[in-house]
């Protein structure tokens, strides 16, 4: 299984980023996909999922209204559109695949990307 996380950059704040995953090796449209992040210093989070089929999305509190995760099961890739972005948003933004239930919890995920990385100056 491959997740190749890309489209971060640096971006001033109030500015937008749409970060891509293409998925290889597993069958995408049966996997929940999740985008987590990590700040220097701090513990990975949880940002945003989507289950397999598109009609279920759950996010972290702090990007409601501002981020929106989608798929393509075609293409076997999820995105995650970042609008209104804050300094505090900088981090590695990494996505991640599981084949159960839509979780927040990074543990339940075995599959992960490489990361990409998200700067927001000020």
């Known amino acids: 299984v491959q997740l190749q996380a890309s489209g971060g950059g640096l971006v001033q704040a109030g500015g937008s980023l749409r970060l891509s995953c293409a998925a290889s090796?597993?069958?995408?449209?049966?996997?929940?996909m999740a985008w987590f992040r990590q700040a220097p210093g701090k513990e990975r989070e949880f940002v945003a999922a989507?289950?397999?089929?598109?009609?279920?999305?759950y996010y972290a509190n702090f990007v409601k209204g501002r981020f929106t995760i989608s798929r393509d099961n075609a293409k076997s890739t999820v995105y995650l559109q970042m609008n209104s972005l804050k300094p505090e948003d900088t981090a590695v933004y990494y996505c991640?695949?599981?084949?159960?239930?839509?979780?927040?919890?990074?543990?339940?995920?075995?599959?992960w990307g490489q990361g990409t990385q998200v700067t927001v100056s000020s």
């Open positions: 991640a695949a599981e084949s159960a239930w839509l979780t927040t919890n990074s543990h339940d995920y075995p599959y």
């Open positions: 090796g597993l069958t995408f449209s049966s996997y929940t």
């Open positions: 989507i289950r397999w089929s598109g009609d279920n999305t």
